[in-house]
C-alpha cells in the first residue's frame, strides 16, 4: 500500500483511542500523542517542526490567577509551508498542587497549534459540543461558553495586561475554571 502524502495525512482524523475525555462527550488530545505524532512527521515524512517564540505572562486579578502563553510553529516540507500559532489560557487553581505552570502553557499551547488546523491532531474535536452549550446557554438567558476566539481575546488581552478588555470578556463570557 503506498504511503499517505503528508497534507492528506493531517487532514485525516485522529483516532478516537488517541484522545482523553475531560468530561462527557468533551475531548482533548494529550500533549504525550501530539508529541509523538511530531515525531512521526519527521521521522516518516521528514517534515522539519520548528517552534519558536515561546511567551507567557501571569496576571494576578484580586480573586485568582491566570497564567497565559502561546507558541509559535513552522512546518517545512515539500508539501507544505505553513506557521501556526497556539495559544492556552487556565487559572492557576484548577492545575494545583502542579506548580509547572509554564511548561503547562506550553504544552497546551502546542497542542491548540496543531488542534486548530489538522484532524489528525483533532481539529474540531467537540464543535457539536460547544454549539449544543451556547444553545442551552442562550435559552437559559446565562452568558455564553467563551469560545476558542475569545478565549485568544482573552490570552491578547492579559498578555497586554489590557484590564478593562480582561473585564470586558469576563462581563460577557463563561471561562472555564
Not at 496576571?59 to 507544505?80: F, L, M, P
Amino acid at each position: 500500500m503506498a504511503k499517505m502524502k503528508f497534507k492528506q495525512w493531517l487532514y485525516t482524523p485522529c483516532e478516537q483511542s488517541e484522545l482523553m475525555e475531560l468530561e462527557k462527550g468533551i475531548y482533548y488530545m494529550p500533549i504525550t500523542v501530539v508529541k509523538s505524532k511530531i515525531d512521526f512527521m519527521r521521522n516518516e515524512y521528514g517534515a522539519k517542526i520548528n517552534f519558536h517564540g515561546f511567551n507567557h505572562i501571569f496576571h494576578n486579578t484580586s480573586k485568582q490567577t491566570i497564567a497565559s502563553g502561546s507558541i509559535g510553529v513552522t512546518i517545512i516540507h515539500e508539501d507544505i509551508n505553513q506557521s501556526l500559532v497556539g495559544a492556552a489560557s487556565f487559572f492557576t487553581d484548577i492545575y494545583m498542587p502542579n506548580y509547572h505552570f509554564a511548561a503547562t502553557l506550553k504544552s497546551l499551547s502546542i497542542v491548540n497549534a496543531f488542534s486548530n488546523e489538522y484532524p489528525q491532531f483533532g481539529s474540531l474535536l467537540n464543535l457539536s459540543k460547544a454549539v449544543d452549550q451556547v444553545n442551552a446557554n442562550i435559552g437559559n438567558n446565562q452568558k455564553p461558553m467563551a469560545d476558542v476566539l475569545m478565549q485568544k481575546k482573552m490570552s491578547i488581552a492579559i498578555a497586554a495586561n489590557d484590564q478593562e478588555a480582561i473585564d470586558q470578556l469576563l462581563q460577557n463570557y463563561q471561562f472555564k475554571k
